[in-house]
């Protein structure tokens, strides 16, 4: 079965700029997970949806959102981008929202200049 | 405070030569604990989760246990596709305030 689908897989964007990124997850998983990567700091928790609701959030400023439709797909959108932001994004989804393990797309790699 | 530790931060072993990678926690409420593999540029692929102190699950050459304060991950005659980081995880907490808590990993290289 097909999994985590994270597009696109590279980006480039200049500070100020916007920019979405999709993820479709494991047919039949309800909830998606987002994560920012970086060298020094490991994975950091964005925020999860599960069916469309945002259940937890990480300690990232209100430029980071997101949401989930009524398939399961989820977007994050970061607006007015800064040179910190630069990053592997991965979106995970998990079967259900408590506790099971989570399975992750290949990501996406955000570069600001 | 929760927190997780992997060590080592990096480890290189010869083909062959077994060794174990370190994830102690400290949280409250453990729901479970992960372990990934991640090669570069990549997303984490999933490994095992344990649930309960003194639970072991394996997967080819790879041995997971936990006890109430760490997990090990024993690697038996690894080569050099092995090589990746190996992420631990874990989770915490209980409903809204549920949390997956991740270590920075453990980088490993195995040399033929």
């Known amino acids: 079965k097909a999994g985590v689908t994270q597009t696109p897989r590279y980006l480039i964007k200049t500070r100020g700029q916007q920019v979405t990124l999709s993820c479709s997850p494991i047919s039949g998983h309800r909830s998606v997970s987002w994560y920012q990567q970086t060298p020094g700091q490991g994975l950091q928790f964005l925020f999860e949806y599960f069916s469309e609701t945002q259940r937890n959030k990480g300690n990232f400023p209100g430029r980071f959102s997101g949401r989930q439709f009524s398939n399961s797909r989820s977007e994050m959108n970061v607006s007015t981008l800064e040179l910190g932001d630069s990053a592997l994004y991965l979106c995970?989804?998990?079967?259900?929202?408590?506790?099971?393990?989570?399975?992750f797309g290949q990501g996406t790699r955000l570069t600001v200049v | 405070e929760d927190q997780v530790t992997q060590s080592p931060e990096a480890l290189r072993l010869q083909e062959g030569e077994s060794s174990s990678l370190n994830c102690s926690y400290t949280?409250?409420?453990?729901?479970?604990l992960f372990w990934y593999r991640q090669d570069p540029g990549k997303g984490p692929e999933f490994l095992f989760t344990l649930y309960s102190a003194g639970e072991e699950k394996e997967k080819e050459r790879l041995k997971a246990t936990l006890t109430k304060k760490e997990s090990f991950l024993h690697i038996t005659a690894p080569k050099p596709e092995d090589s990746a980081t190996y992420l631990c995880a874990v989770q915490a907490g209980a409903g809204n305030n549920r949390k997956l808590i991740w270590g920075l990993g453990t980088s490993l290289a195995v040399n033929p």
């Open positions: 995970a989804s998990s079967l259900q929202y408590k506790g099971t393990e989570a399975f």
């Open positions: 949280v409250s409420g453990l729901r479970g």
